[in-house]
């Protein structure tokens, strides 16, 4: 059988590259002969090496030439590029083959960022990707997104508390921007209100807000922000009951385990495509809709523009908590 070598191109972010992974599989599973190569940073390279549908993970060099030099002894066929930005132009650039890139709809986001006019197809950023492949005739299996957790970064929940073995919410704290995520005081009202075991999820700079979150709600509560990788924690999103998230990389990760998720929409909206893509059934979107400033942004800021930050503020922790515990029983 012939090989035909593809080269997927994503640099970042987590959430990025997991929504990607459609690509990846049904390009696999409906090109004869299909060798499935990826470029990534390195801070990305563990959330697909063990991706059984990816041939060889690539990363780029501190050297743009040393990356180039990796990558053009491969002899690729196609490059299908999911990131559309000055680096993966040079990359084709200097690699000459034939490339597909996908629409990032820049002009479509300015829109409704600045004006509100929402000229925004109602497709998933999923199925963008998947147009890339639409020459070789590649269909959208609807499978969901893929995440593969190697066997040594299965947490064993018998080693954290008693009180996780009987199921927990996961609560996702941090985010990459500070408008996207719930405030401290707004996580410790929900996490009372919810009466269930709770695992704070989150990197090593959400560690500090995180220990505030649990001496806050005193029982019941285990902080694992910080401690474990990124394989570690999607182990333990995989194991919780429901999730409750910010749009934020563990949200796309739950969507890849078909977890039940509550997600909280602040100052980016849903209708970017990027919403959680076939998660568990009843999964809900939490949003303050009309509110005349958002989105305010296509990614995040550090602070409120309007400085009210009424997109996450004015979200009913009643609401939310309620639906938490509808989906854990």
Request: hydrophobic residues 40%; charged residues 25%.
């Amino acid at each position: 059988m012939q090989k035909v070598r593809f080269l997927i191109i994503r640099f970042s972010s987590i959430g990025d590259i997991v929504l990607t992974t459609p690509v990846v599989r049904c390009l696999k599973n409906h090109v004869e002969g299909a060798e499935i190569h990826y470029l990534t940073k390195p801070a990305f390279s563990k959330i697909l090496e063990n991706n059984p549908y990816i041939d060889k993970v690539h990363v780029l060099q501190p050297s743009f030439a040393d990356t180039i030099h990796q990558l053009k002894y491969q002899h690729f066929d196609y490059i299908i590029d999911l990131h559309k930005n000055l680096r993966s132009f040079r990359v084709k650039n200097r690699l000459k083959v034939i490339s597909f890139s996908f629409n990032k709809l820049n002009k479509e986001k300015w829109l409704m960022v600045n004006f509100k006019k929402n000229k925004l197809p109602d497709k998933h950023i999923v199925d963008r990707y998947l147009e890339t492949l639409s020459v070789f005739d590649v269909q959208n299996d609807h499978q969901g997104l893929d995440y593969f957790i190697p066997d040594k970064d299965h947490v064993d929940l018998n080693t954290l508390s008693d009180e996780l073995a009987g199921g927990y919410v996961g609560v996702v704290v941090g985010a990459f921007h500070p408008t996207k995520k719930m405030p401290s005081e707004k996580i410790v009202s929900i996490c009372r209100k919810i009466d269930k075991p709770v695992v704070l999820l989150g990197g090593p700079n959400d560690q500090e807000e995180a220990e505030y979150i649990k001496k806050a709600v005193g029982t019941n509560i285990f902080n694992a922000c910080g401690k474990y990788n990124i394989n570690q924690s999607a182990s333990l999103v995989k194991q919780a009951g429901v999730i409750l998230t910010p749009d934020t990389g563990l949200m796309h990760i739950a969507s890849a385990f078909k977890k039940k998720i509550v997600s909280v929409w602040g100052n980016t909206i849903p209708e970017f495509g990027m919403y959680p893509y076939l998660p568990g059934p009843e999964s809900e979107i939490m949003e303050i809709k009309g509110l005349k400033c958002r989105p305010c942004t296509k990614i995040g800021f550090s602070q409120c523009p309007k400085k009210h930050f009424k997109c996450i503020l004015d979200l009913d922790d009643d609401a939310i908590a309620k639906k938490i515990r509808a989906l854990y029983s």
